[in-house]
Every structure is written in structure tokens, then in C-alpha cells.
């Protein structure tokens, strides 16, 4: 259903690139400044995810895609925070218990932050904020923001120089206006999950905090 980030945990997409994945309300802005290099020369990025998976953290149900493929902006020099944002998601062959869902990413563009300086790995710990999709088919669902369906939740993410890999490792989004025939496996009110790693191209792409 299915993409910079900073600390030293786990990586947008951008999102894409990610981004774009299921890339991502933006979190404060990090005092930390951010030099991207590596980048293309108008800033567009693309990125692919092999097997994302939202999980329903109250039924134990995941739903696993196929592949998830995203677009982003993140272009190169000097960023105060905000890294980039991914424009586009898409996801494929989506199922859970049987059940095929097609995904459709709502909201965009989601918006790519670092929250913590880059680390002698070359990890950049941030988030990706605005982050909202709908499931449709025989069970349908909107999973949006704990606290309001309108909005887009915030999620982890980090991305790794070396790998060029922007991983998405958490954060909580919340199932609305669910319908259909869903078995129970999804329900409204439901917490949830989403895990994806998004490999980014241009493969230089780079990003450190002096």
C-alpha cells in the first residue's frame, strides 16, 4: 500500500526517492542544515520498493504489496530542515488474507524532513509528513492521521548514503470509513503500520549535515 531522515535508526523515498511509497502534518523544523549532493540537475528523483507491507497493529493483519514505486524533488545544496517532498506513489498487487486491494496515495506531495544531524554512517534520521491512502475493492479504507481523517500522518524514516536507500520504520497511521466485505481483518479505528525500503536513483544521491 503501500519513501530523509537522520539519527541512527532506520530510511523517501524520496518518497520517492523517494519518494515517493504508502512516500508521506510536518514536524517542527530541524535547527540542523543539510547539504544534498548527488542529486539530478532539475532535482527529480525516483525510487522502488520491493515488498512493502502495512500492518493492522490492532488485528495483527498485513497487507503485502509487490512493489511500490515513487517520485520525488530533492534537489542538490543547502536544506534547513525540509529535505524534499514526494510527488507520486504507486503500489502493486496488493493483498491481505486473500483479498486484493488496488492503493491510491491521497494528499500529495508528502514532504521529506530531517530531524537529527547526519552520522558518521552516513544516516540521516527525519520524517515524511502528509501521508495518506485509500484501499479499495471488496473491503475499502482510508488510513489517514490518529487524529483526524483529513490529515496526513507523520512516519519515520531514514535515508543511508551507501546504500541509497530510503527506509520507512514506523510511525502510526489510523484505519477511517471502513466498508465492504473486510471480514473483520481491518476495522475502523484500527492502528497501523507501514514498512517499506525505497532504493533511490540517482544512486549518488547524498546527504550530510556539516
Request: with cysteine.
Amino acid at each position: 500500500m503501500h519513501t530523509f531522515s537522520r539519527t541512527a535508526k532506520g530510511g523517501m523515498v524520496a518518497g520517492v526517492a523517494i519518494a515517493s511509497a504508502f512516500g508521506l502534518a510536518v514536524s517542527p523544523a530541524s535547527a540542523v542544515t543539510y547539504t544534498v549532493s548527488g542529486s539530478s540537475s532539475t532535482g527529480a528523483i525516483t525510487a522502488s520498493a520491493a515488498t512493502p507491507t502495512l500492518t493492522d497493529t490492532t488485528t495483527g493483519t498485513k497487507l503485502t504489496c509487490t512493489s511500490s514505486a515513487a517520485t520525488a524533488t530533492v534537489t542538490n545544496g543547502s536544506h534547513g530542515g525540509t529535505l524534499g517532498t514526494i510527488n507520486t506513489v504507486s503500489w502493486n498487487t496488493c493483498k491481505v488474507g486473500g483479498i486484493t486491494f488496488s492503493v491510491a496515495a491521497q494528499g500529495l506531495p508528502w514532504t521529506l524532513t530531517g530531524t537529527a544531524a547526519t552520522t558518521s554512517a552516513g544516516v540521516t534520521v527525519g520524517t515524511l509528513s502528509g501521508v495518506k491512502a485509500t484501499l479499495s475493492g471488496l473491503c475499502n479504507a482510508t488510513f489517514a492521521s490518529p487524529t483526524s481523517a483529513s490529515a496526513g500522518a507523520t512516519l519515520n524514516a531514514t535515508y543511508t548514503n551507501s546504500t541509497h536507500t530510503l527506509e520507512i520504520t514506523g510511525g502510526t497511521l489510523k484505519a477511517y470509513s471502513v466498508s465492504g466485505l473486510c471480514l473483520g481483518l481491518i476495522n475502523t479505528n484500527d492502528l497501523a503500520t507501514y514498512a517499506a525500503k525505497y532504493v533511490v536513483s540517482p544512486t549518488t544521491l547524498k546527504v550530510v549535515s556539516p
